[in-house]
């Protein structure tokens, strides 16, 4: 069994559905990153939370440990938002290195 | 500030050649990480260094070598390539000050062994 679990693997939007991407994982953790990949390939981080919910524009993140589970919310979606996105959860307990443990990616695909 | 670059963005070898990969930073990371990323798979972890001098094994590291010289450079080498071994590869750098930290990511080389 996968440590993170994206669901979606694939997902196609209307431009300005409102879209929800959810992870869950089953390590204990010290924080959960969202990151996006373009066609293009570069990776850019999004968030890293560890508790609550964190807002960008119009990308929202929240996480709920008790039931290690985070959503990725992108409101008015827009074709420029197509993209892979990817969670990933750092393993970082006492003089551990901080190692990510990804999830396989949620492709969204955004029509106009 | 570039962030992190590698070179080359592409390339092609054949079975049993030998290459090496650049991964370069300048924000002064102590932390770097090479990872490759394959279809259907998440990206996984080749080999990490916590600073100079000093590397460690990842999850995937069979086939691989990483030498870490200078702290703004972190080369990862296949001293005979395979076709499995074909895929994207990602270099990243995180501050260790930070608690947990947040990687930085190059834009990949993308490698194919014939």
């Known amino acids: 069994k996968n440590e993170v679990e994206q669901s979606p693997q694939n997902l196609t939007a209307q431009e300005g559905e409102f879209i929800t991407i959810n992870c869950s994982y089953s390590v204990g953790i010290s924080a959960l990153h969202w990151l996006q990949q373009h066609p293009g390939g570069g990776i850019v981080s999004l968030f890293m939370l560890s508790s609550g919910k964190k807002k960008h524009g119009r990308l929202i993140a929240t996480i709920n440990i008790q039931e290690k589970h985070s959503s990725l919310h992108i409101t008015a979606s827009h074709p420029r938002d197509s993209a892979v996105y990817i969670c990933a959860v750092s393993d970082y307990m006492g003089g551990s290195q901080g190692n990510l443990i990804f999830g396989k990616g949620t492709k969204l695909s955004v029509k106009p | 500030n570039a962030g992190v670059t590698q070179t080359p963005k592409f390339r092609v070898l054949k079975t049993g050649q030998s290459m090496t990969l650049l991964c370069a930073q300048d924000m002064n990371h102590e932390y770097m990480y090479w990872y490759r990323q394959d279809p259907g798979m998440g990206l996984r972890l080749i080999h990490y260094?916590?600073?100079?001098?000093?590397?460690a094994k990842g999850e995937v590291p069979d086939g691989y070598n990483v030498s870490r010289l200078k702290k703004q450079n972190f080369l990862l080498g296949l001293e005979s390539a395979a076709p499995s071994q074909t895929s994207v590869y990602f270099c990243a750098s995180s501050n260790h000050r930070d608690r947990p930290n947040e990687q930085f990511f190059g834009p990949g080389t993308r490698l194919t062994v014939l």
């Open positions: 260094s916590v600073g100079e001098g000093t590397t």
